[in-house]
């Protein structure tokens, strides 16, 4: 037991110095710097490419998500036990300083100061008690008093607040980093890509989320202005709330927020539009608007054909289509011919490439198939985030402004006089303290005691 | 008349103050720092003009793109030199301090900065635009000024080292005073501009406060060289030179945050 406190007692000792918050701030700086150097969560193969031999070191030691790295976060944790340590350690005479403050000062002391004087009254000591804490209330101070060998202690204080500045900004950052913590944790975020019209259910959560409307915005020289998506949420089959958004004004419902993030083409599955012409009569042709799996009955030539496969990125990858991406950069559709039940040929066509076709004939067929055009819906690009640390961080926010101003703007000074009786007259000893406005307490000290000389 | 010929005043009205504050610093006339002194001023009030006339033009914020923003960070530098200057008349910093404003000028009216006015992006028309950039760029501003008093300290305190120190010079307790001032005056500037209104507006843009983006890392990283330079400075004691070399860091990290990040590190801040 008794080691056990020996040990808790050094580990607090160590968690206390602002050494070791200065080491931390140096290496979390270093860690954040090479971050931002070291393109973050790549794949392996870029990693091998970019760094070769000691790529695989990096994605080992998580440098390629360095800042969601156990290390990483390990630090963070040692910062903000320091920051509680450091702070309730300093905290203790800092309270005392301000609640229970010490009245009993020596005259020596007060003359060892670098603001000070000492003089004597002609009036006395209770008079010139009375006009002295007149002076001092007059310029906002607030005063303690006691006594101590029949000579009066004053203590003369304001802007006290100031002293702990530095602990509400500590403050506020523990709340940051608990809020940071929280949202890791809790957080979650989701993309939402939808069409008007459309229904889909929210994950995680208990309703759905409908589209009702979209509309983008342009300026007259055609570039995006702004996107709105007139949102309802649906719960219980009922509907709860409709808002339209747009960027920077978002949608909120029970903790969880909509926002309005881009605009995109669902390529997934389109309308094809598929010309088909006889070329042995090229004025005998027909025009259909497939999608997936829909049928076109061509009567005049007794054919029958369907879309079956779409690719918005044709590529052949090892005689396999593949796509490339889900962009139209080269569109090709897979579709099939029949006449009376039977396939009589099938292939891929291509969009910009018509003379391209891969028809493979069961027999010689008179027909060419163009893929003339492509129609995707648009869809909203909704990105939906909850994340229950984020009121963490604004109140975290709060406490770190409020702690700057006060750390910086709210210097507390204070002034201790000690008052002797002198036969009739009072014997004046003061001497003023102030850590962050020397200066401009001198000039208000010179003022107040030339004031008060003057008093009667 | 209209923004780019304001532009180009101001320019060379901060070129005459310049000009004066170096004769000062040649003849040791206060006269001329003080001619210097009064036509900053003047520069500061055409700049103010200059800016007021783009945001009317331009119907946004005169700081989305960088022409614009550089603009401001010349006219905020101006704002806190002037500042500075009422408050502790020290003229010798003057001369250096205009340097770098019409370097950051310069730079603005270079053909590289795109300074047409383009319609805001979707992402961009919020007031926060107005919050978070003008109180960062008004930060940073006073770590250039923080900039140039330890720079400034530095050689004053090699010169008294050595006995070299000229007469009239300023002392290099003052540069280490006033450096720290500027610092206190930027620091809770920059972390309420740079950092908890970035937060708040990357959470209403983005749907999240934070996601480690190279400029918001950056703008985090500058904020711990400054917390570095007071905690050492409050809590251990440490003044002059190594004070000096820390706000040196930061000013320079503030500037890497600023022009770095956009043309070597991709990320979300892609557009400004």
């Known amino acids: 037991m008794k080691s056990f406190i020996r040990f808790l007692s050094s580990v607090i000792r160590f968690l206390s110095s602002v050494k070791l918050a200065i080491v931390l701030i140096i290496i979390i700086t270093i860690a954040s710097v090479i971050g931002t150097l070291i393109p973050q969560l790549r794949s392996a193969e870029e990693y091998l490419a970019r760094y070769g031999q000691i790529s695989e070191l990096l994605m080992q030691l998580e440098i390629t998500d360095l800042y969601h790295s156990w290390w990483f976060k390990a630090l963070l944790i040692l910062f903000s036990l320091n920051i509680v340590i450091c702070t309730l350690t300093r905290l203790s005479p800092k309270l005392r300083r301000a609640f229970k403050p010490n009245l009993e000062f020596e005259t020596q002391t007060l003359l060892a100061a670098k603001i000070q004087e000492r003089f004597s009254k002609n009036l006395n000591l209770e008079k010139s008690k009375r006009e002295l804490k007149k002076e001092l209330r007059s310029a906002h101070y607030r005063i303690k008093e006691t006594e101590k060998d029949g000579a009066v202690h004053l203590l003369a204080r304001k802007k006290i607040l100031g002293i702990f500045g530095s602990d509400i900004v500590h403050l506020g950052l523990l709340i940051i980093l608990i809020g940071g913590i929280i949202s890791s944790f809790s957080g979650f975020r989701t993309n939402i890509n939808i069409s008007e019209g459309e229904i889909v259910q929210v994950l995680n959560t208990e309703f759905k989320l409908q589209l009702d409307k979209f509309e983008t915005e342009y300026y007259p020289d055609g570039r995006v202005k702004d996107w709105k998506s007139t949102l309802t949420i649906i719960e219980d089959e009922t509907p709860r709330l409709t808002k339209t958004i747009e960027v920077n004004h978002p949608l909120t419902y029970k903790g969880h927020v909509f926002y309005q993030s881009d605009v995109g083409w669902n390529w997934r599955n389109p309308i094809l539009e598929i010309r088909a012409t006889k070329t042995s009569d090229p004025t005998s042709f027909t025009k259909a608007f497939l999608r997936l799996g829909e049928k076109e009955i061509w009567e005049e030539e007794n054919l029958e054909f369907t879309a079956l496969q779409f690719l918005p990125d044709f590529i052949i990858d090892g005689n396999q289509p593949m796509t490339r991406s889900l962009d139209p950069n080269n569109p090709a559709v897979f579709i099939e011919v029949y006449r009376n039940e039977e396939k009589i040929s099938s292939g891929w066509i291509f969009a910009k490439f018509p003379d391209f076709s891969q028809m493979h004939s069961e027999e010689e067929a008179d027909y060419k198939f163009e893929f003339k055009d492509i129609q995707a819906a648009q869809y909203s690009g909704i990105q939906m985030s909850k994340d229950p640390g984020v009121n963490f961080i604004w109140v975290g926010c709060g406490f770190l402004m409020i702690g700057l101003f006060l750390a910086f703007y709210w210097p507390t000074r204070d002034i201790r006089f000690i008052l002797k009786d002198t036969v009739g007259k009072t014997e004046i000893i003061s001497a003023g303290r102030s850590a962050k406005s020397k200066l401009a307490l001198e000039s208000e000290f010179t003022r107040i005691m030339t004031s008060f000389r003057r008093s009667q | ?272």
């Not at chain 2, 961009?124 to 635009?129: A, F, K, R, T």
């Not at chain 2, 703008?219 to 030179?241: C, D, E, N, P, Q």
């Open chain 2, 1 to 272: 008349m209209n923004e780019s010929t304001l532009f180009l005043i101001t320019f060379i009205v901060y070129i005459i103050a310049a000009f004066f504050y170096f004769s000062f610093l040649l003849s040791k006339k206060e006269s001329s720092a003080k001619t210097g002194l009064s036509v900053v001023t003047v520069g500061f009030f055409v700049h103010t003009l200059a800016l007021i006339w783009r945001t009317i033009e331009s119907g946004h914020a005169p700081f989305t793109n960088m022409y614009e923003s550089l603009s401001f960070l010349a006219w905020s530098g101006a704002l806190a030199y002037i500042i500075i200057e009422y408050k502790y008349k020290i003229r010798k910093v003057g001369p250096y301090l205009m340097l770098i404003i019409i370097g950051i000028m310069a730079l603005a009216s270079s053909p590289l900065m795109p300074d047409e006015a383009t319609p805001l992006m979707p992402a961009l028309q919020s007031y926060w635009l107005w919050l978070h950039v003008s109180v960062t760029l008004l930060g940073e501003a006073f770590f250039a000024v923080a900039f140039v008093t330890s720079i400034m300290y530095l050689v004053a305190d090699s010169r008294e080292k050595k006995g070299i120190a000229k007469e009239g010079a300023i002392s290099s307790e003052k540069l280490d005073s006033i450096s720290y001032r500027c610092v206190a005056v930027g620091f809770p500037l920059f972390t309420l501009g740079g950092l908890v209104f970035g937060m708040v507006w990357a959470y209403k843009a983005w749907g999240t406060y934070w996601s480690w983006d190279p400029k918001e890392t950056w703008s985090l990283i500058t904020w711990f060289v400054f917390a570095l330079y007071l905690h050492t400075r409050i809590v251990m004691g440490w003044k002059g030179r190594r004070s000096a070399l820390i706000a040196i860091i930061g000013f320079l990290a503030a500037m890497f945050t600023y022009f770095g990040v956009n043309y070597l590190l991709a990320g979300l801040h892609s557009y400004a």
